[in-house]
Nanobody
Framework: QVRVVESGGGSVQAGGSLRLSCASSGHTSRLMLMEWFRQAPGKDREFVAS????????YYSDVVKGRFTVSGDNAESKVFLEMNSLKPEDTAVYYC??????WGQGTQVTVSS
């Protein structure tokens, strides 16, 4: 059974940093894609960043480009999101998705002004 677990959320002041982690288990083969999404209260879930191991590339939404960095360890089925220069509008629940199918429960990030 596939399991996806996010961790590392918390509360910080604007300008601060956080590092999120996502670990996935139960796979029978190497993963192709791990993604980060976020959902703020009253808003739709939106794409944040991803690491595509099959293509060897990282992708970012325009709103986080230059502030967030995605990295990962395919052998360990882990992905990380380093978030710097955080803004109050980054406040959301952050979710990890694996291979387009499997979601974690999310981790709350709160940025105060």
């Amino acid at each position: 059974q596939v399991r996806v677990v996010e961790s590392g959320g918390g509360s910080v002041q604007a300008g601060g940093s956080l590092r999120l982690s996502c670990a996935s288990s139960g796979h029978t083969s190497r993963l192709m894609l791990m993604e980060w999404f976020r959902q703020a209260p009253g808003k739709d879930r939106e794409f944040v960043a991803s690491i595509n191991w099959s293509r060897g590339r990282q992708y970012y939404s325009d709103v986080v480009k230059g502030r967030f960095t995605v990295s990962g360890d395919n052998a360990e089925s882990k992905v990380f999101l380093e978030m710097n220069s955080l803004k109050p509008e980054d406040t959301a629940v952050y979710y990890c998705r694996v291979d387009y199918l499997y979601w974690g429960q999310g981790t709350q990030v709160t940025v105060s002004s």
